[in-house]
């Protein structure tokens, strides 16, 4: 059980970090992520709005009170990163980071609901 805590606090670490890092990047320097959301095909308006829901995510899911809040939380992860995922395949752009962090996604949900309850 041991090593199951430890697997699923550094996929979930591992996890919110990088979440938080593409919420920073979506703050801190909106006009390129436009630019790149354009190059996607994306509209340019959910950049901040994505930003905020992603931080929000984070805090539910280290949070934790809420089972059907953090459910929500991982599921629009899960929606992200493979939208991501299939938007940069189709732009011939490569897949990114964003199939690492669906590897996290599901070691961090899976492994959290045996070693968080």
Same mark, same amino acid.
């Given at each position: 059980?041991?090593?199951?805590?430890?697997?699923?606090?550094?996929?979930?670490?591992?996890?919110?970090?990088?979440?938080?890092?593409?919420?920073?990047?979506?703050?801190?320097?909106?006009?390129?992520?436009?630019?790149?959301?354009?190059?996607?095909? $994306?509209?340019?308006?959910?950049? +901040?709005? @994505?930003? %905020?829901?992603?931080?929000?995510?984070? !805090? #539910?899911?280290?949070?934790?009170?809420?089972?059907?809040?953090?459910?929500?939380?991982?599921?629009?992860?899960?929606?992200?990163?493979?939208?991501?995922?299939?938007?940069? $395949?189709?732009?011939?752009?490569? +897949?990114? @980071?964003? %199939?690492?962090?669906?590897?996290?996604? !599901? #070691?961090?949900?899976?492994?959290?609901?045996?070693?968080?309850?």
């Amino acid at each position: 059980m041991k090593v199951y805590k430890i697997i699923y606090w550094a996929a979930t670490i591992f996890l919110c970090l990088l979440m938080l890092y593409s919420s920073s990047m979506y703050f801190t320097k909106t006009e390129m992520v436009k630019d790149f959301f354009e190059s996607l095909s $994306y509209p340019t308006y959910i950049v +901040i709005p @994505l930003a %905020v829901a992603k931080t929000l995510g984070v !805090i #539910i899911i280290l949070w934790r009170k809420s089972v059907w809040l953090t459910e929500w939380a991982y599921a629009g992860f899960f929606f992200d990163m493979v939208l991501a995922s299939f938007a940069h $395949y189709f732009a011939n752009q490569g +897949i990114g @980071l964003s %199939v690492y962090g669906l590897i996290l996604l !599901i #070691i961090s949900y899976y492994l959290g609901k045996t070693v968080r309850q």
